[in-house]
């Protein structure tokens, strides 16, 4: 390997392409043009090149070339289109090509080609291509491997790297709206093709309601509506305002409108969950321009457009944001993972809409790791999440839940630094149960498309590893509604005595059946007693339960209130504190002014007595002005 990677070009390979060519991938030198020589081999013929160039030289970093045949072409762009392919999953893909097609045989010429896909490593530097692993052939921009993420060959103009986007799909179209990018919010709309994987941007008209331009945000979500509409709901913005807002754009027109609502909005706030469940949108959680944690629960109803505050019964979900919710059977609104400022969450709770009454159910199987900031769509009973992290770092793992039975597991893992393992992606789901991706933050933003198609497996594995826990006839099976389980048992028991007794006796004994069965009545009732009893304690545990937290609200409120008032004493205090300071500064310049004057005075003093002095001894300046001489001295004084 050391050798070959020390080849530079396409020297070499250019024996290995011509003797996979010869060997029956591509029609040996004299076959003529009878059909021999397909589409497929000839692409075959590239992978296997390609593979073998992944492998002995790795990653292709050579200029793609310009003025070479068309076949250099192919091959360079076969090369180049593996990526990052590890060396010894690429030998191994390469082995296991030239192994299947000796067992099955050149294909035929109306068969299609492999397609032009790139695949994501997964975390251990396998590609994938496992025994586990279903693979198919399918044309052009198909996904050819179940089960594993790989990256479709897009063109056009990518959309900026970002996170805390929204996206949508309405007629084969995924649609981007917003997101972050550097800390700066955006109001871009994009589009992907997802039939020939083709971004373009939608240039947004302005109109009498609403600018081109609309407000910048992130964190939003974005809602398909009557096949021609998006609704993008709440979301960050630089200048939020006080309560949610609901802004529609119209595919037709690219116009923004703001749409009317009535009732009462709830307060704007970002990261939330949106659930289009019939006609209703199921608002929970997030996080407000405060940064204040919600779980709050509202509705829209979008016939009426009237808010609807709902009060749950039950013990709701922490406050959070940057969650996933899925509904299941129209009935049943699931809420997994997300996070508070410091902490991420793996717990599932779940909202019977009829009843509004949350649970929290026993989860089965492989149980995902906390995590915010994930993505989720549904295939069937099987929920997808994808992605997110725990404050240290993404999540690697893509995870199926299914929603009937409440069971989880492991569909695939990349590796820990690829897009797929990224907070603030999106995820949804095309008209070929193809799960897009796109975007999201892991160390850096990305604006990378990738690709999974579930197999029958994943979407089956965690059915038959669990039991029903959903039904859409008798609701969510908590700890303290096991009623009907304990009576099917209970008559289950029933009918195998009944059977026992009929088995061990050869002769009809009536009376004794007759006695077992009124004991096994007798001890169904007492046994129906004792259920009505606690479920009699369950009611009156559940109406405690509820009062503690009445009570523990109105003690939150209380302490709230006082420490309102507590801040505002603080605040008087030291207004005092500074009035105290001021009036000792007066105070001390008042002392000097007194001692100061005192000087005075005492100068003042000494002053008038000697002129008193003065005076008595010249007769005073008056008179020295009047001309009166001063007092002969007579002898007999001397």
Not at 119 to 142: A, R
Not at 392 to 403: A, C
Not at 555 to 565: A, F, M, P, T
Request: overall charge negative.
């Amino acid at each position: 390997m050391a050798m070959a990677r020390a080849s530079s070009g396409l020297a070499y390979p250019d024996r290995f392409y011509a003797a996979a060519t010869y060997a029956g991938f591509g029609g040996s030198p004299n076959s003529s043009s009878k059909g021999v020589t397909s589409k497929f081999s000839n692409d075959v013929a590239l992978l296997l090149y390609a593979l073998y160039q992944q492998a002995t030289v790795g990653p292709c970093n050579l200029p793609k070339p310009r003025g070479w045949s068309p076949v250099e072409q192919s091959k360079w762009t076969s090369w180049n289109g593996l990526g990052t392919m590890a060396s010894i999953e690429a030998m191994r893909l390469f082995v296991k090509i030239l192994e299947h097609n000796s067992k099955m045989g050149l294909p035929t010429k109306g068969e299609v080609a492999l397609p032009e896909t790139k695949t994501i490593p997964s975390e251990n530097g396998n590609s994938g291509e496992t025994q586990d692993k279903d693979v198919m052939v399918e044309g052009l921009g198909s996904v050819g491997v179940y089960d594993q993420w790989v990256a479709p060959p897009v063109s056009g103009p990518r959309p900026k790297p970002r996170y805390e986007h929204a996206a949508a799909v309405v007629d084969d179209k995924m649609y981007i709206f917003g997101g972050n990018h550097n800390g700066r919010y955006l109001n871009d709309l994009q589009t992907l093709d997802l039939r020939n994987w083709t971004w373009s941007r939608i240039e947004v008209k302005a109109n009498s309601e609403a600018p081109a331009a609309v407000t910048p945000c992130a964190g939003h979500s974005l809602i398909p509506w009557e096949g021609n509409k998006l609704l993008s709901i709440a979301g960050h913005s630089k200048d939020p305002s006080e309560v949610v807002n609901v802004r529609a754009f119209d595919l037709q027109t690219c116009t923004w409108s703001t749409m009317k609502t009535y009732g009462k909005p709830p307060v704007s706030r970002g990261g939330q969950s949106v659930t289009l469940v019939g006609t209703n949108l199921v608002i929970f959680g997030g996080q407000d321009g405060n940064r204040t944690l919600l779980n709050d629960l509202h509705i829209l109803d979008l016939e009426t457009m009237t808010w609807d505050e709902i009060d749950t019964l039950g013990v709701s979900p922490s406050p959070r944001s940057d969650h996933a919710a899925a509904v299941h059977a129209e009935r049943y609104l699931l809420i997994f993972g997300g996070g508070t400022h410091a902490t991420c969450f793996n717990d599932l709770h779940v909202l019977d809409l009829k009843t509004m009454e949350w649970s929290r159910p026993t989860q089965q199987g492989e149980i995902p790791s906390p995590r915010a900031g994930h993505a989720g769509v549904i295939v069937g009973e099987s929920w997808f999440i994808v992605g997110g992290g725990d404050n240290k770092s993404g999540v690697s793992e893509t995870v199926v839940l299914n929603m009937s039975t409440l069971s989880w597991s492991i569909v695939t893992t990349v590796e820990g630094r690829a897009p797929l393992a990224s907070e603030g992606l999106s995820l949804v789901l095309n008209g070929e149960d193809v799960l897009v991706s796109f975007g999201g933050y892991n160390g850096r933003y990305n604006n990378e498309v990738n690709l999974l198609k579930p197999s029958h497996k994943s979407t089956l594995q965690a059915t038959m590893s669990g039991t029903p826990a959903l039904d859409s006839g008798s609701g969510v099976q908590n700890a303290t509604n096991g009623t009907r389980d304990v009576e099917l048992e209970f008559e289950a028991g029933q009918e195998g005595k009944i059977r026992e007794i009929s088995m061990d006796n050869n002769e009809p004994q009536t009376n004794q059946v007759n006695e077992v069965i009124a004991a096994l009545k007798t001890e169904k009732e007492e046994l129906e007693s004792a259920l009505d009893k606690e479920k009699s304690q369950s009611l009156q545990l559940k109406q405690e339960l509820i009062e503690a937290e009445s009570k523990n609200t109105d003690l939150y409120k209380e302490l709230q209130s006082v420490r309102g008032q507590l801040a505002a004493e603080q605040s008087r205090c030291f207004k005092l504190e500074v009035d105290v300071a001021e009036l000792r500064q007066k105070l001390q310049t008042m002392e000097t002014l007194q001692k100061e004057v005192e000087i005075l005075q005492r100068q003042k003093a000494a002053s008038e007595e000697a002129y008193a002095k003065q005076r008595q001894s010249t007769g005073g300046v008056w008179g020295w002005l009047a001309g009166t001489p001063p007092p002969i001295q007579k002898p007999n004084d001397a």
